[in-house]
């Protein structure tokens, strides 16, 4: 039995794993264009509004509206909707805290449903069990890169008269049974953030399938201004944010939608890779579960263990991989949102609790065991970075850490 890192043995991987990301010449040639025309700005520019446009004929559907980051999109989506103060949105609670914050400062209550413990999406019956009177929305979060439940919740919106939101910041180009995330509910929202499969450093994109919608999450990316027609001398319609891209952002956009499918396919071989070789070779570890009718984008590549098998918990199981050279993380946000300060003792604006404290508002209250499975999964898991820059020696060190560390915390049990 090989002694591990951890405990003085020699480590797998010396060297660190690519971080890099395909950006190169071709954002330096769209770049340079905008720099040269002096124009930085989107209002007069055509990076972004041609991005726009590009990006709503990738996935296939009419309207796109870029923004500044992932939690702008999401924003944008609500604005759009605009609903009652006090009104409830139904979401789940392993995300970053981005796909909240639009909801609060909408003045909207967020209530959260289970996790599937397989796929990690929303669970279509607990999110029936939570739903109100003041319910308006359902948005689900696609972790990691994978798409599930669809079908479901879509019906669950119609029947109860509903949106369906898709937070897919995590799942570009991801697909549920032939379609792309984020064209499957009312309306998609991406980050571009620097880690994501495609990224303009910071921004985002939200798509819409209905033409009014995306109208008004048009003006309420900018200020509710409307920048041609009747109103166009400083209307201000009504109030909202001012989530402007910048050309320079959508320049880089521009180049990384040529990129993007070739990205997502290279990512999802290597993931495709990692859970065949773990299926076949390593014990003790499950790969993440992909139903036949899913493809995974593969943001981050999540694991958890085979309890019958490898008794220590998995924050020790993660620190041997971390020494081991494999750059993991265990847990993932640690707990889910609803335990962090901001919501679970509803430290908002001020001393106001505002909007929990709104006389529209239903009470609610968030605890532990609100979502078990949710809450069991963030003590399981662990996830481990790739990019579409992984070679074959990359997935072999990366199996064969994970083989060296299941194999001796199992002959150990």
């Not at 999450?217 to 509710?224: E, I, M, V």
């Not at 085979?306 to 993991?328: M, Q, R, T, W």
Request: hydrophobic share 35%; glycine share 8%; net charge neutral.
């Amino acid at each position: 039995m090989q002694e591990l890192a951890i405990y003085g043995g020699e480590k797998t991987r010396t060297k660190p794993f690519p971080s890099r990301r395909d950006i190169g010449l071709e954002e330096l040639k769209e770049v340079a264009e905008v720099i040269w025309s002096g124009q930085l700005n989107r209002v007069g520019g055509t990076k972004v509004s041609n991005f726009e446009k590009e990006f709503a004929k990738l996935y296939g559907v009419e309207y796109a509206v870029a923004s500044a980051s992932g939690t702008a999109s999401i924003h944008i989506a609500l604005g759009a909707l605009n609903f009652d103060p006090g009104s409830e949105v139904i979401t789940g609670p392993i995300s970053d805290m981005g796909s909240i914050i639009p909801i609060l400062y909408q003045g909207l209550i967020p209530i959260f449903a289970d996790v599937d413990p397989k796929t990690y999406a929303l669970d279509p019956e607990d999110v029936k069990r939570k739903i109100s009177e003041r319910t308006k929305a359902i948005m689900a979060i696609h972790l990691f890169g994978l798409a599930d439940k669809l079908d479901e919740l879509k019906k669950i919106a119609k029947d109860y008269n509903l949106y369906l939101i898709e937070d897919t910041s995590q799942a570009h180009l991801a697909e549920y049974k032939g379609k792309l995330a984020g064209t499957i509910g009312n309306i998609g929202c991406f980050s571009l953030q620097q880690s994501k499969q495609m990224t303009t450093g910071d921004g985002g994109m939200t798509i819409f399938q209905d033409k009014e919608l995306y109208e008004r999450g048009t003006l309420f990316s900018d200020k509710a201004w409307p920048r041609s027609g009747p109103s166009k001398d400083r209307g201000y319609l009504f109030l909202a944010m001012n989530y402007r891209m910048t050309e320079l952002q959508g320049a880089v956009g521009l180049a990384q939608l040529k990129k993007v499918r070739n990205i997502v396919e290279r990512r999802r071989k290597i993931g495709e890779k990692l859970n065949k070789l773990i299926q076949e070779e390593v014990d003790g570890v499950n790969p993440p579960y992909i139903p036949s009718y899913c493809k995974h984008s593969f943001w981050l590549y999540p694991i958890t263990l085979d309890e019958e098998k490898i008794k220590v918990p998995p924050e020790v199981f993660n620190e041997a991989l971390n020494a081991e050279g494999i750059p993991s993380s265990f847990g993932y946000i640690k707990k889910p949102l609803y335990l962090y300060p901001v919501l679970k003792d509803k430290i908002t604006f001020g001393n106001s609790h505002y909007p929990f404290n709104l006389p529209e508002a239903r009470k609610v209250s968030y605890k532990e065991g609100d979502c078990p499975n949710a809450e069991s999964l963030l003590k399981k898991i662990i996830t481990i970075p790739i990019n579409e820059f992984y070679d074959e020696v990359d997935i072999e060190d990366i199996i064969r850490a994970l083989k060296k560390v299941s194999s001796y915390y199992e002959q150990k049990n």
